[in-house]
């Protein structure tokens, strides 16, 4: 049974930076495009960024190009989301999702697994 499970989030400072983590099981991860989304409550969950099988490139929503970095690491199937000069905006639940293909990598109702969230929030 496929799996993800997102780590790393909590409460940061305006400006601050985070980290979040998700492992992957029960399906071969280096053949699966990752992403991350996020989600307020009220609002549609939205794209953040994704990641290939191959890791050699990497796509963000403009909202968060030069702030943030996905990577994965494929022998031990994990991926990251690197975030940097974090604003209140930036605060919602953040999930790790895969699907097996990239070419619609921002559309969420491609991606077939999804983690169950970790909570960002930054608040001074």
């Known amino acids: 049974q496929a799996q993800l499970v997102e780590s790393g989030g909590g409460l940061v400072q305006p400006g601050g930076s985070l980290r979040l983590s998700c492992a992957a099981s029960g399906f071969i991860f280096n053949r699966y495009t990752i992403a991350w989304f996020r989600q307020v409550p009220g609002k549609e969950r939205e794209f953040v960024a994704a990641?290939?099988?191959?890791?050699?490139?990497?796509y963000y929503d403009d909202s968060v190009e030069g702030r943030f970095t996905i990577s994965r690491d494929n022998p031990k199937n994990t991926a990251s989301l690197q975030m940097n000069s974090l604003t209140p905006v930036d605060t919602a639940n953040y999930y790790c999702?895969?699907?097996?293909?990239?070419?619609?990598?921002?559309?969420?109702?491609?991606?077939?697994?999804w983690g169950q969230g970790a909570q960002v929030t930054v608040s001074s």
């Open positions: 990641i290939p099988d191959d890791a050699k490139r990497a």
């Open positions: 999702a895969t699907q097996q293909w990239f070419e619609y990598y921002s559309n969420r109702s491609r991606y077939i697994y």
